[in-house]
């Protein structure tokens, strides 16, 4: 008997054997070692067939689990093999023990290695019935089934048991043939159907070989889409299918004929490990056009999918009607429905670090559970019942967190322009006509085709005016001129200005004037004719930078950590938070963004940072965002003014033109409200015209430097940020220059805002540039935006609160509902109540609803919670303190938050008020340029109650994670043990997982760990270059996000539900419609969510540890936003890991 060869004996630590390295076993008879293709890092041994007498005499503590894989060496040392074995070995009780592919097929199986777990499975070559054989000797637990592995080869087979499970299937029938005599069958060929023993299946159908090995699957199309078929094979270099002339069916061979589903050009893949997670990702459909989507790595483009309530049950039915714990299966989506197309036995995802993460927890967990008690290894269970999210108040009680919903402003985009002119010619009426204009007096054109429409007309209408001057063309000429322009700088495709002719980021918009232009703007000549007249208003900038996406991204990442079970000890450990509700289905995610491109984008970018997901953009915002641009929920047309907002605008006009320093009466008049921020911002100005006068002053100086620079033929192609040129850099400050001061020599307010957007931009991204005086540009045009854009929503509180109405009541409908439905708790995404073993009270489940938006429901949304009435001031010191720290906030910039969360005391009365609890936080988004000095402070997110600073420091506050201050439920000794009890090494060796936590260099002296969110670069973004301090692109920094800031931390749900019922009432029966459609949303198919690695909290004790100034976003934190609401909780749980558990929704 052999000694297994060099394996260090284990290490007595902590009372308890642990190995410092994983033992990772080849099973050899022979003492050969072909050990290429292990990876690195793991530890090779040999295991003799009688090996396993060492362990039989070891000590009980001693012994090991062996998990044997029994496959062909193909499948045993492939990629997400080697991976989830390398993770498998974590655990400290189990080795892996892989058989010789020549073991296997050669020697008989009583001289197969020894295991206590086989994971065995069929591929081409692998003798089943040798494993068979040795399963029924050895009598190994199993994961995958082996005798259902004979059923998984013979697709009648799995059609029968599918049909048996009530699994919803395509109609087929068999046509089985006897090789001796393949004319006797029961088909009839028609020419666009087949007859299949008596029933009719039209074309398109499918055919496919009763041998699931067999992959020649094909599709034959009816005569009327041009006949043929299209035949599927496996994979060969990019080609999956190749389309065929040939018309008629197969002659020789069984097969199933099935009716082919109408699905969207994407097949569903899903993959199980056990009943409760499944991992899904969509790729696209070979059928469709047999050309293989592949990445800049060659690898397979696969889609994040959220699977809908009946598709995990569905899974869950695979799962265990085929006995296969690990198993891959197709589905079809098709008419609302989901069908199973294909089921393929054992099968891993590829290139997911998250399933494979997850994969090995999951097995492991199953394999100590089943094992360890007869083995007695000292393995506690995880408790099933850390899975309900509970967290300590902000009062030191415990609730369990319900519903979370946020509203966000997009991130960092390129200068809005936009340009308005009357147009009477008959061409625009025709194309008003042509795509509807009329019924609603509007349009909106973004489609290329549209826009080259406009553009035609632009160009015949030029070349007229060219001709003829008096003609009766109306249009201007430097108009037409820029319309033209700025259409064609799309359509030339030229990429790297804004984007080409792809409608996301520009538009033209139509207005119908019944009697013309109601009074001549600036621009418009005194001449006015009679008659209808269209106003065309084209937009084009503002998408989102790289800034923007990386802002968007790590907001979404520092937004996990508001979940439960993500925190201190725990930080970055898999199975805790946000990860562990996606792992159990118990995450009720829907994201809504308006129709505008940048806001899709941030959208797509906040979920990849939030769920951890790879990839492209794209796929992402095709998947998980739903476009909400009904009905004002997240849209606002903002050249349909109200009647008060004209009346506002108006005023502010008027106050703004006078050329006098601002008096007493005029500070009364633009700042009734006392608003610090604004009071101070009159003081900056004192005279608003010689304020105006200077900034229009230094417009000219930056545009005369930048002709200059033009000429210089040094700087002729120099790059700006985002591959801005500096002719576009001057086309943009000569029309502000144009625009800003009107012929009679006044100046158009209106323009201020943009003025303040074109400078906060190049001083942020083209600093580069080298521009003088743009600073004192940036800090007068501040001073007149931040007086003008909150004031244009309205100056006294009643103005206020009849723009936010106009804007915001379908929204907060809508959050009315979100918090109503939650209490409520309909069926959405539950387990079914008779699938829900191993998932504590399948019932609960956390609802996440996130809107993107643009600024003006922001500010809309924030007015209504400050001027609506939700609290009194005088009788809530809390809500007090929250309003000053608003009214001194200047400015709610890109990224800007408002978020409502929802706990419910599960021990409180179900129909007591103090049942649910609501908080409000709000962050004002990115930091600007010049803003460190003059920060107002709120009082970090989620501080300490009153009633309990009398008793502890700071007990309460969530903030000060780092002196490990636990909630009483957890003493710090229960900590320990759970530690103990971990069944994964700690000290896991980075680079064999994803570890995502980063411990932060400020160890406390107690050894505690402190966790930082973003330490030293979280994660760059592929186009971050660290060169000249992290620069970006080349010259720009990505500013840090100011952290969320608790406005109230104690109102009662009914207090919440009142006020938004209150104010959604008060504004009238006008909405009564919006509600109707708004119903709308609510109905459509339900969905939960993907599912991501916890990332290491911020917990840093005070407010000035948390927010190193200056700090691009990566290298400081985002701070308190990023402080989980949790206790600490076991980092064990079953089916959970960092996995990415996806699913879907219609």
Known sequence: ???????????????????????????????????????????????????????????????????????????????????????????????????????????????????????????????????????????????????????????????????????????????????????????????????????????????????????????????????????????????????????????????????????????????TVGPDYAHAEARKSPALDGKVERDSEGKEIRYPVMLTAMEKLVARKVCLAFKQTVCGFDLLRANGHSYVCDVNGFSFVKNSMKYYDDCAKVLGNMVMRELAPQLHIPWSIPMEAEDIPIVPTTSGTMMELRCVIAIIRHGDRTPKQKMKMEVRHPLFFELFKKYGGYKTGKLKLKKPKQLQEVLDIARLLLVELGQHNDCEIEEKKSKLEQLKTVLEMESSLNVNQYGHFSGINRKVQLTYLRNGQPKASSEEEDCKKDGPSLLLVL??????????????????????????????????????????????????????????????????????????????????????????????????????????????????????????????????????????????????????????????????????????????????????????TLELMLQRWSKLERDFRMKNGRYDISKIPDIYDCIKYDSQHNASVGLEDTLELFRLSRALADIVIPQEYGINKAEKLDIAQAYCVPLMKKIYLDLQRTHEDEAVNKLHPLYSRGVMSPGRHVRTRLYFTSESHVHSLLSMFRYGGLLDEVKDQQWKQAMDYLSAVTELNYMTQIVIMLYEDNNKDPSSEERFHVELHFSPGVKGCEDEENVPMGFGFRPASSENEDKKPNQGSLEDLSQDQTDDALPVTELINLQRRSPMIRNRKTGSMEVLSETSPNHSSKGCTSHRLFQSCSRQSPEIKPAGGLGFEGCSMVPSIYPLETLHNSLSLKQVEEFLSKVCESSGEAQAKAMKALSGLFDSQSQTSLYSPQQPLSSSGSEASLRPPGQPLWLGSIPSSAVSSAGPSSPTTDSSGLGLNFSFSE
């Open 1 to 271: 008997m052999s000694e297994p060869c060099n394996g260090p004996r284990p290490v007595e630590e902590r009372g308890r054997i642990r190995r410092d390295v994983p033992r990772f076993v080849i099973g050899c008879e022979e003492d050969e070692q072909d050990m290429g293709q292990m990876e690195a890092g793991m530890k090779n041994e040999m295991l003799h067939q009688d090996d396993m007498e060492v362990y039989e005499n070891e000590s009980p503590s001693e012994r090991q689990i062996v998990v044997g894989i029994c496959a062909m060496m193909k499948k045993s040392k492939s990629k997400p093999m080697t991976q989830i074995l390398e993770r498998l070995c974590k655990f400290d009780y189990i080795d892996v023990v892989i058989f010789p592919e020549e073991v296997i097929l050669e020697e008989p199986v009583e001289k197969w290695p020894l295991c206590d777990c086989l994971i065995s499975f069929h591929s081409k070559g692998f003798p089943l019935d040798k494993a068979v054989e040795y399963a029924k000797l050895r009598n190994p637990m199993l994961i995958n089934d082996l005798n259902m592995q004979y059923f998984i080869q013979d697709r009648r087979e799995v059609y029968r048991i599918l049909q048996e499970e009530g699994i919803d299937l395509p109609r087929y029938g068999v046509l089985n043939r006897d090789p001796d005599d393949p004319e006797e069958c029961n088909l009839v060929e028609g020419e666009d159907h087949v007859e299949v023993n008596g029933e009719v299946f039209p074309k398109p159908f499918v055919e496919k070989p009763v041998c699931a090995e067999d992959h020649n699957v094909y599709i034959y199309y009816p005569t009327s889409a041009g006949g043929g078929s299209q035949r599927l094979f496996r994979k060969i270099g990019s080609r999956s299918s190749v389309y065929s002339p040939e018309s008629n069916v197969r002659k020789t061979g069984s097969y199933i004929y099935e009716e082919f589903m109408p699905t969207d050009g994407t097949d569903v893949k899903v993959y």
């Open 539 to 724: 937009k084009w900038g503002g998408e989102l930078t790289p800034a923007g996406r990386v802002q968007a991204e790590e907001l979404g990442r520092a937004f996990r950590c508001m979940y439960p079970g993500g925190q201190g000890d725990f930080a970055g450990f898999p199975g805790c938070g946000l990860l562990r509700l996606h792992s159990t289905y118990r995450h009720d995610l829907k994201i809504y963004a308006s129709d505008e491109g940048r806001v899709q984008m941030t959208a797509a970018a906040f979920a990849k940072g939030l769920l951890a997901l790879e990839g492209e953009l794209t796929p992402i915002l095709v998947q998980m965002v739903k476009s909400a641009n009904m009905n004002g929920l997240l849209d606002s047309d903002s050249d349909s003014l109200t009647d008060c907002q004209q009346k506002v605008k108006a005023r502010l006009h008027e106050i703004m033109q006078k050329d006098q320093d601002f008096t007493q009466d005029d500070f009364q008049k633009l700042a009734p409200t006392g608003s610090p921020s604004l009071v101070n911002s009159m003081k900056v100005i004192e005279n608003p015209v010689k304020t105006c006068d200077k900034v229009y002053a230094l417009i000219q100086s930056l545009t005369s430097q930048i002709r200059k620079r033009l000429e210089d033929p040094k700087s002729a192609d120099l790059q700006l940020y985002h591959s801005e």
